[in-house]
């Protein structure tokens, strides 16, 4: 089964700085991975994904993300913080067996703040 | 392109009724995957639809269940309410599965009382 673990529910982080979220993955076949951010009372929406090919992807609003198949990590940077990136971010994956289809496995979720 | 809708936005019901819950997918998607948000759970896999046929189902008991219409809209009822399915219902559309990335709508928010 697939697992994927967030280290780190709560990081703060001063405006300029960088980010770091963590994110590793369990999964018996190669993954398909993503990143989503959910601001206050909203829906999740997409930030990355890794699917196949250069394992540096880079998303919306500066962020990136380095797949490293060897520590089966996914973690998510940004050089520079703005203070409206402060919100809930999710890494997610979907593995390409018969049996997931649409399923998408959450981590439990890592809050960004940030300081003025 | 107009994104996932989801109507209500927010619901407040009572132990022992029964809800149902609409999605609107992103015109083109055949996929409309559901997901349970709680603060102690995270978020969960209800199930999968794709062109009116249920793929998969996650492990939540049998008063959870769905449709998805001909024109790939899909609603979702919960019936006989406990205080414990209080949650962001979300709903996900996707061209189809697995690699295409799933977006998603604003959420029903569900109260039980």
């Known amino acids: 089964a697939q697992s994927v673990t967030q280290l780190g529910s709560h990081v703060s982080v001063s405006e300029g700085a960088l980010v770091l979220l963590r994110c590793n993955y369990s999964?018996?076949?190669?993954?398909?991975l993503f990143w989503y951010v959910q601001y206050p009372n909203q829906g999740l929406q997409l930030l990355l994904k890794y699917t196949t090919g250069a394992t540096l992807v880079k998303g919306i609003n500066g962020f990136e993300a380095e797949f490293k198949k060897s520590e089966t990590s996914f973690h998510l940077t940004k050089p520079s913080a703005h203070m409206s990136d402060a919100a809930e971010y999710f890494c997610a994956v979907s593995d390409a067996g018969g049996t997931s289809y649409g399923k998408l496995t959450f981590g439990q979720g890592t809050i960004l703040t940030v300081h003025p | 392109k107009a994104g996932v809708t989801q109507t209500p936005r927010y619901l407040i019901k009572t132990r022992g009724q029964q809800v149902t819950l609409s999605c609107s997918p992103i015109s083109g998607h055949r996929s409309v995957s559901w997901y349970q948000q709680t603060p102690g759970q995270g978020l969960q896999f209800l199930f999968e639809y794709f062109s009116e046929t249920q793929r998969n189902k996650g492990n939540f008991p049998g008063r959870f269940s769905g449709r998805q219409f001909s024109n790939s809209r899909s609603e979702m009822n919960v019936s006989t309410l406990e205080l414990g399915d209080s949650a962001l219902y979300l709903c996900a559309s996707s061209l189809d599965s697995f690699f295409y990335e799933q977006y998603f709508g604003p959420g029903t928010r569900l109260t039980v009382t």
């Open positions: 999964s018996s076949v190669p993954p398909y």
